[in-house]
């Protein structure tokens, strides 16, 4: 049942006039039909759009209407829209109507104007046969703007809270508050011109529902920057956002609760390009960002019994240029496959480093080559499971020409069943462009280092190339996981026959050791390399002790670094790797587990196993008792005292990381005291980055966008993701799988202007993308992305290789709906 809307107070209509000025666009919806109430069950009449569009003036029905007192902002914002009409060049000014009269949209006269305004509402404020004609004039193709109370108009339609988007909850802020809005959206006319990080005060509402993945959402608030109250929901808060929606565009803003908002410069420049879009003056996007407009599509069946014939247990992706998928099996078998774990069999972690392929065109998965590797080992205690194995691939940047494919992997051959030690490698191979087949004669050994198999863990793995051919090689730290309370890694007393695997000084804090780094080489045509200039260190570097460096080190100081990106129109590396396993923060130790991803525009230390986040230290141990500390590290003037050290003992300073998360949740920071030093309080941190949780946490850098306006691919991804970086977690859940909006220039540390959640683009939950192990874009502009299955160390019918593509269509209007100019000026009365 529709309720009547109250009586209003009379008053006198309200009419704004802004002249247009000479070269103004025509309007394209003159000359529709005029609408009348419609006959009982009869459907509403339909406005028309001309064909061509054009030919009068673009217009704008400003509408008031309220069932009780009418809000102060209205005459603020009236005048506002006015002056919007008149601003910037001629051919995009527009004249407006103001009205508070509902009658209005049974009028002939409604199919006059390009877009429909409204300010306020607070009730059912239009009848049936207004309403009716309102989803007429957005069938034909019209525009909405609702701002800020216009969501609670018209509460019992449901077709109204579909043009909206979303409704107010019981409680919002009554009070003025000034907030951050964060801008995610830079190319919608509504938001490119905008900071990136809004800080404006208003009346902010809350929503009943969240409409994100509903709605194309441009801007959110910053929830630590206000008192949202008991209904403020999560993070993610939208406050602009826009849909096309029944044939029109709909486009809303819950920003504009004060008079004083109006007079805003950027709020003016906000309204002006929702304005702008909703008349058909300019175009926008506004489906990048609704999650119905992806498509998750699973391209491996689950394996035969007893073989890998569609995929080994994931661990790596790559895309070569005509579109074919290379993903790559670390070593572990599914549960058929035997197990060794005793040291005195010969074939102790022996398993399958699996090359495959999936082709595009015949939509079939190839088994390229199987390198036999030590890494099938999995379950049990510490000393039991083990993470080498294959663990990176990349295509050589010639690949189309030469076939050369690169693999980061752990030789069986190579291991040392007495000192439980191994080699790691990085080689060239070969592959039969004809055949999809590995050619395991052709290889070519790049780079080779020691690394401890005795105790599991922390291989690293990724690679990547930047523009000059510099190949990037992420490797772990090689430590045990153990001994240290799940704080630093920095116990040198369990030891193995004279190599302690609990002290992660020996590795990732030594600049001579080649574990717990980002590796930069040039490979070379012979395959051999050369080192690029500026790397951390020469080689050539010595100090007093003696200690030495290696030249192929780029970041040092990283702990797990499983995926790593580079972006090659600015050759800033993109990483994230893995914390430790201390479930809260300790004043005694220090931090607890951050798992960690950095954009990297230059060679340094990243602080493990010394400092993590932004530069928050951890303490030294004692010996001969590592469980008593000693003095906190200092973060600007590192010293390596590590009796296994056999680098330089002043080391670069540790940088801080751009964002860090923990079981608490994201970003953690403390109080500090006069040395610097956080309190580590749990019931002082703050949380700085609250769209981050964690728990069971493992860090899965992805890729940064870029989006090719030459790329023919129906699939592509829109350009709305246009240099926004992925970022995600081998976990479902609460844990991140979001794009993020970076500041501008290389500042170390810096914290992300903006986050979107991508969960409902990559999807979660049961029969989604679960565990989440690799991702990255393809040639076609989709992303693909492999699924390590359920369980661990293994592969299962759940192990997948997906492709997420866009269904979403081009932006709106369409070109040939666009307004046109106008060969007069008129006023419209």
């Given at each position: 049942m529709r309720l009547q809307p109250h009586p209003k107070r009379a008053r006198p209509r309200r009419s704004r006039i802004a002249a247009l000025l000479a070269g103004a666009l025509a309007a394209g919806l003159l000359g529709a039909p005029a609408l009348a109430a419609p006959p009982p069950g009869a459907p509403a009449p339909k406005l028309a759009l001309p064909s061509p569009p054009g030919g009068e003036d673009v217009r704008v029905l400003v509408f008031h209407g309220a069932t009780g007192e009418e809000s102060p902002t209205v005459d603020a914002a009236i005048e506002a829209i006015e002056k919007i009409g008149q601003q910037g060049p001629a051919q995009e000014h527009f004249t407006i109507r103001a009205t508070d009269d509902p009658a209005i949209f049974t009028k002939p006269r409604l199919g006059r104007f390009n877009a429909v305004v409204f300010l306020t509402g607070d009730g059912d404020v239009l009848d049936p046969a207004q309403e009716a004609g309102l989803e007429s004039f957005m069938e034909a193709g019209g525009g909405f703007l609702g701002v800020h109370d216009a969501a609670r108009a018209e509460p019992y339609s449901e077709w109204f809270t579909g043009l909206i988007g979303a409704r107010p909850a019981e409680h919002s802020p009554s009070k003025v508050q000034r907030a951050t809005v964060e801008v995610g959206d830079r190319q919608h006319p509504a938001t490119k011109d905008l900071p990136v990080e809004w800080k404006r005060p208003d009346r902010w509402l809350n929503w009943r529902e969240n409409p994100s993945g509903k709605v194309h959402t441009v801007a959110r608030l910053r929830t630590t920057t206000y008192d949202g109250g008991a209904d403020a929901g999560g993070w993610d808060h939208p406050v602009s956002w826009c849909r096309d929606y029944d044939g029109g565009r709909s486009f809303y803003t819950s920003m504009g609760g004060t008079a004083a908002s109006f007079a805003e410069t950027d709020f003016r420049t906000h309204l002006r390009g929702a304005l702008m879009w909703t008349t058909r003056l300019a175009r926008a996007d506004c489906q990048a960002a609704i999650s119905a407009n992806y498509e998750a599509k699973r391209l491996t069946e689950p394996n035969q019994p007893g073989q890998s014939d569609q995929i080994g247990e994931p661990h790596g992706v790559v895309t070569a240029e005509d579109g074919r998928v290379f993903y790559i099996g670390r070593g572990g078998g599914d549960a058929s496959q035997p197990v060794v774990t005793d040291w005195d069999d010969p074939d102790i972690g022996k398993g399958k480093g699996q090359v495959h392929i999936w082709d595009p065109e015949t939509e079939q998965v190839t088994l390229a080559g199987e390198l036999t590797v030590f890494g099938n080992k999995g379950g049990g205690g510490e000393l039991v499971k083990n993470e080498e194995?294959?663990?990176?691939?990349?295509?050589?940047?010639?690949?189309?020409?030469?076939?050369?494919?690169?693999?980061?992997?752990?030789?069986?051959?190579?291991?040392?069943?007495?000192?439980?030690?191994?080699?790691?490698?990085?080689?060239?191979?070969?592959?039969?462009?004809?055949?999809?087949?590995?050619?395991?004669?052709?290889?070519?050994?790049?780079?080779?280092?020691?690394?401890?198999?005795?105790?599991?863990?922390?291989?690293?793995?990724?690679?990547?190339?930047?523009?000059?051919?510099?190949?990037?090689?992420?490797?772990?730290?090689?430590?045990?996981?153990?001994?240290?309370?799940?704080?630093?890694?920095?116990?040198?007393?369990?030891?193995?026959?004279?190599?302690?695997?609990?002290?992660?000084?020996?590795?990732?804090?030594?600049?001579?050791?080649?574990?717990?780094?980002?590796?930069?080489?040039?490979?070379?045509?012979?395959?051999?390399?050369?080192?690029?200039?500026?790397?951390?260190f020469t080689g050539e570097e010595t100090d007093e002790g003696g200690g030495k460096t290696r030249g192929e080190i780029y970041v040092m100081g990283v702990r797990n670094p499983a995926r790593i990106a580079v972006d090659k129109e600015t050759d800033t590396l993109y990483a994230g790797w893995v914390g430790p396993d201390a479930q809260s923060p300790s004043p005694t130790w220090g931090p607890a587990k951050y798992d960690t991803f950095a954009r990297i525009t230059s060679a340094g230390n990243q602080g493990w196993p010394y400092c993590m986040g932004n530069k928050q230290p951890y303490r030294d141990r004692n010996l001969p008792d590592p469980s008593k500390p000693l003095g906190w590290y200092d973060c600007d003037h590192l010293k390596n005292e590590s009796p296994n050290n056999d680098g330089l003992v002043n080391i670069p300073p540790a940088r801080g990381n751009n964002i860090w998360y923990s079981p608490q949740g994201g970003g953690p920071d403390f109080p500090r005291d006069e040395n610097g030093v956080p309190s580590y309080r749990e019931d002082e941190q703050q949380l700085t980055l609250p769209w981050l949780k964690g728990g069971g946490q493992a860090a899965m850098n992805g890729p940064l966008y870029r989006f090719d306006a030459d790329n023919p691919a129906k699939g592509k991804w829109p350009s709305y993701w246009d240099g926004k970086w992925f970022v995600g977690d081998f976990y479902d859940g609460d844990q991140p799988r979001h794009a993020l909006v970076m500041p501008k220039g290389d500042t170390v540390g810096a914290q992300p202007d903006h986050a979107e959640s991508l969960d409902g683009i990559v999807p979660v939950g049961e029969g989604g993308i679960r565990n989440l192990m690799d991702w990255k874009f393809g040639p076609d502009g989709a992303l693909y992305v492999l699924d390590y299955g359920r369980g661990f160390f293994t592969s299962d019918d759940k192990s997948a290789l997906w492709r997420v593509t866009y269904k979403g269509g081009e932006p709106t209007p369409s070109p040939e709906d666009m307004a046109e100019p106008a060969l007069r000026k008129e006023t419209v009365r």
């Open positions: 194995g294959l663990l990176g691939i990349e295509l050589d940047p010639d690949f189309a020409r030469n076939g050369w494919v690169y693999l980061h992997y752990t030789p069986h051959s190579e291991i040392d069943r007495d000192t439980h030690m191994a080699k790691r490698r990085v080689s060239r191979f070969t592959l039969d462009q004809q055949t999809d087949k590995l050619d395991l004669d052709s290889e070519k050994v790049l780079l080779e280092w020691p690394v401890q198999i005795h105790s599991c863990c922390h291989a690293g793995g990724g690679m990547a190339w930047d523009s000059e051919d510099n190949l990037y090689i992420a490797t772990g730290d090689n430590n045990s996981s153990q001994y240290s309370d799940g704080y630093s890694g920095n116990n040198p007393e369990p030891d193995f026959k004279g190599v302690s695997f609990a002290d992660a000084r020996r590795t990732a804090g030594n600049t001579n050791n080649l574990n717990g780094k980002i590796l930069r080489i040039h490979p070379e045509g012979d395959g051999t390399y050369t080192l690029p200039e500026d790397n951390l």
